[in-house]
């Protein structure tokens, strides 16, 4: 039996309209929002560690490694945030839900952070 997809909603970024596409190509937007939390970051950083966990074996992590108690609720939500963002993607064999992580999306953050860490190409000032 092959896994489903879970969270395999619209791309927000499809929702948004004006110039801010064309400024924040990649979903940086999105990608900032996830990772301005730092539980959010903690359950990254502890699917690096270890590809491929349960809600379960997350929280457990969280207070035995980090210290943090966070219920099942609120870290179902930090990964439904990260999903949303494509860091995290779901799936989900019987009756076990996995999670794993999604480095693709930090390549948009690292162009703009690349970008904006250059010099700026010099201007004509006007008269």
Known sequence: MAPTVLHDRADPREQLIGNR??????????????????TRRLL??????????TLFELCTRLISVHGVAVTRQAVS???GVLA???LVHVTRAGRTTV????PGPFAGVAGWLDAMSAP???TEESP
Do not use: I, N, S, T
């Open 21 to 38: 596409e064309v400024a924040y190509r990649g979903g940086v937007d999105e990608v900032f929002r996830a990772l301005a939390d730092p």
């Open 44 to 53: 990254l950083e502890e699917l690096r560690r270890r590809d491929g966990q």
């Open 77 to 79: 939500k930090h990964l």
């Open 84 to 86: 949303d963002a494509g």
């Open 99 to 102: 999670h794993r992580l999604d």
């Open 120 to 122: 700026a190409a010099p």
